[in-house]
């Protein structure tokens, strides 16, 4: 089955600690993207990358680093930096020629 | 500005209601404009793109007005499953290529 996978469904993190949250894809798409989504709130872009190893910072990167080494995996890491890192965060691809994106389950981010 | 707004309701609903939602939009360069859904807890999924003629799909009618920079959502014979979240989704022009701004979402309630 073609799709995009997030893991883990729920995070926990401690004070001063880096995680890694995972994204993968095998729709054989171009651009991935990372997204966070507050209570109420729309989804705000925090990096997205069209190519392998190139990315773009979105609206609201600072505390958070990404890679892409691999067309199927855009990990993004949540660092120490990132004093509010409690959200939902969303993983997409799409296609470079339609771009219609599509989403991962996500993965809740909880602090201790 | 980048911007997509719409009203965030709630709108509650009878079944078999008909039920409008619309958007507006900043950026009078975005062409490509999409309705998500999101149920709760849930990653937003596509619901249909919206083309400049109008498009409908079953239930479904989409209209683009770019003279106004309105997009606007028609659910016919609204069903007790079209309870969620509608995101109105336009593109834009970024560093690297397009990105797609989210709407904050409309919520509609459909009750028995």
């Known amino acids: 089955d073609g799709g995009i996978t997030q893991s883990p469904k729920y995070l926990f993190r401690k004070e001063g600690q880096n995680v890694t949250l995972s994204c993968e894809q095998n729709l054989n798409h171009d651009a991935m993207y990372w997204y966070r989504q507050d209570p109420g709130q729309g989804l705000r872009l925090i990096y997205y990358s069209q190519i392998v190893n190139d990315f773009q910072k979105g609206d609201i990167a600072e505390g958070y680093s990404v890679s892409r080494e691999k067309k199927e995996s855009f990990p993004l890491t949540v660092t120490s930096a990132q004093k509010n890192p409690t959200a939902f965060y969303l993983c997409?691809?799409?296609?470079?020629?339609?771009?219609?994106?599509?989403f991962g389950p996500g993965t809740r981010l909880l602090v201790l | 500005r980048k911007e997509v707004e719409q009203d965030p309701g709630p709108f509650n609903v009878p079944e078999g209601a008909t039920v409008a939602f619309n958007c507006t939009y900043s950026?009078?360069?975005?062409?490509?404009f999409f309705w998500y859904r999101q149920d709760c807890r849930k990653e937003p999924k596509l619901l249909m793109s919206v083309y400049s003629s109008g498009n409908e799909d079953g239930r479904f009618t989409a209209q683009l007005n770019r003279a106004s920079q309105y997009i606007s959502l028609l659910i016919r014979d609204s069903k007790l499953s079209d309870s969620a979240t509608y995101l109105c989704?336009?593109?834009?022009?970024?560093?690297?290529?397009?990105?797609?701004?989210f709407g904050k979402g409309t919520t509609l309630s459909v009750s028995s």
């Open positions: 997409a691809s799409s296609d470079r020629q339609r771009e219609t994106q599509y």
């Open positions: 989704v336009v593109n834009m022009s970024v560093q690297a290529g397009t990105a797609l701004i």
């Open positions: 950026n009078s360069a975005s062409q490509s």
